[in-house]
């Protein structure tokens, strides 16, 4: 079995987007559970195989409670795959996902556009029932002992966040993982809208009223910050509105022409 763990938080409107392209994409057996807050109006549609309901506000402590409940019952070699509520595949995983964890204990997208995460990030993980409660896996936060900068000069940095424990139980135990990396072929933020082994697309910040702060930001000038800034507040809500609408919204991304860009939305011919 397959089970797809992601949470919502606060507003309701990714639930409908998120389950289509998991169900699209993800024709194989699966159990999906999601994890809604209580301001959220949820009238029972779209359908889930399990929700939480919780006033908890540490989001790493909600993904563990909803593993926790799934490894008690469920076999030590099925599946579990954690997402954040803006994220879901492009593509068909499952059948990387399977190749991939013959070789490494975990796959899961690495932001190191992101002032050099390193760690494994909740976007999308996945790992067996087996190798997460054998080895007491956790999303605890925690400080990076190694930071992986990819854009010189380098700099020092002590990254806390959701999964640095994780990463931690990974480096200490010598356990191998797969990092997912940031694969757009075209960008309009350095950080959000981004396609992770040309199969997860991850939004980004989309439970924020404001703008989210990323780590990129706190290691740039203003005037670096700034132009960032006025792209996700311009583009995130264009990129919305064609999620449901377009099957071929993520063709500007990877590189291959389109009829439009989100500067410039316009109907395809023929399509939506």
Known sequence: MIYILTVHWK???WL???RKYIKKNTPEKHR?????????????????DKVYCSNESKHWKK????ASEVCERADKRDILIFMDGDAFPVKRHIPRVKSLLKNNSLVAIQRLE??????????????????????????????????????????????????????SILHDGGFKWHPLLRSNKRDYHPVFFGLYGDMIYHHGGAFFGR???????????????????????????????????DPLFFLP????????????????????
């Open 211 to 245: 703008i989210p702060r990323t780590h990129l930001d706190c290691k740039s000038t203003k005037e670096q910050r700034q132009p960032w800034r006025k792209a996700y507040e311009h583009y995130s809500p264009l990129f919305y509105s064609r999620l449901g609408a």
């Open 114 to 167: 992101n002032a050099g995460e390193c760690h494994p990030h909740p976007s999308y993980c996945a790992t067996t029932v087996g190798f997460w409660e054998g080895n007491k896996c956790t999303w605890g936060v925690e400080g990076q002992r190694q930071v992986i900068n990819p854009n010189p000069p380098p700099y020092k940095v002590r990254l806390k966040d959701t999964g640095g424990k994780l990463w």
């Open 11 to 13: 507003v309701a409107r």
């Open 16 to 18: 409908l987007v998120q």
């Open 63 to 66: 993904l563990d409670m909803m």
């Open 32 to 48: 999906l559970h999601v994890h809604i807050s209580p301001q959220m109006k949820y009238n029972g549609k779209p359908k889930f």
């Open 253 to 272: 991304l990877i590189g291959k022409p389109h009829c439009w860009s989100p500067s410039a939305p316009r109907k395809c011919p023929g399509g939506a």
